[in-house]
């Protein structure tokens, strides 16, 4: 089975230029989450998608952030225009969520930004 | 709210040697309990999970116990190896949550 898919797995910008991540879950994964992780902590949450719904959008800085999952499978995250402090891992990660219990998140390798 | 605290790194190891990394979480609720590992250049894999007070997660010689009257959920090896080398986080998301909250990661190198 595949895992989660992510590319590129490095970007490096100029501050104020646009960037886009993009993001496949596993098949059949309802649920598709954002994270981000600054050097030396661990990740954070920045977005959660149940199919194509952004369900929890608390943690996105919604001025320069935006994401999509459009026909709810793949999954674009984009910073627009990007700061010095973006520079970060963007981590995507995949599930099969219900109400019900908590199930385990596959997290792709991650998209290591470097904004100049 | 919902916080992970962990061991310090980083860790530095012979291999066969005991590993230990301490975690300890606050949560207002029941929390489901993770650890999860990071080998260089690859993405956060599950190493174990428990789901309630005295279970016992393991896999791959690693293991944690919930211990709900410590509220915490300490990692454990026996004997390391070279291929154990990587950076450990703990995790939790409250019961019927999906927000994971993770620890800051403890870095562990193993040397043969």
């Known amino acids: 089975e595949a895992g989660v898919v992510q590319s590129p797995r490095y970007k490096i910008i100029e501050k104020k230029q646009p960037v886009a991540f993009w993001c496949n879950p596993i098949s059949g994964h309802n649920t598709l989450y954002w994270y981000r992780q600054n050097l030396g902590q661990g990740p954070e949450l920045l977005i959660r998608?149940?199919?194509?719904?952004?369900?929890?959008d608390s943690q996105l800085p919604k001025d320069r952030f935006s994401a999509e999952r459009l026909k709810g499978v793949d999954s674009t995250l984009k910073i627009q225009p990007a700061e010095l402090g973006d520079s970060a891992v963007y981590l995507c990660?995949?599930?099969?969520?219900?109400?019900?219990?908590?199930?385990?998140?596959?997290f792709g390798p991650g998209t290591r930004l470097t904004v100049l | 709210g919902d916080s992970v605290t962990q061991m310090e790194g980083p860790v530095t190891l012979s291999e066969e040697a005991f590993l230990t990394i301490n975690c300890t979480y606050t949560a207002t609720g029941y929390p489901s309990l993770f650890w999860y590992v990071q080998y260089p250049g690859e993405g956060l894999q599950l190493l174990l999970k428990a789901t309630k007070a005295d279970d016992k997660g393991s896999n791959k010689g690693f293991e944690a116990t919930y211990r709900k009257e410590t509220t915490s959920f300490h990692l454990e090896k026996g004997s390391v190896q070279v291929s154990d080398s990587a950076v450990y986080f703990c995790?939790?998301?409250?019961?019927?949550?999906?927000?994971?909250?993770f620890g800051a990661g403890t870095t562990v190198t193993v040397r043969a």
């Open positions: 995790a939790l998301s409250e019961g019927g949550d999906y927000k994971l909250s």
């Open positions: 990660a995949s599930s099969i969520w219900d109400r019900a219990s908590t199930d385990t998140q596959y």
């Open positions: 998608y149940e199919n194509e719904e952004a369900v929890d």
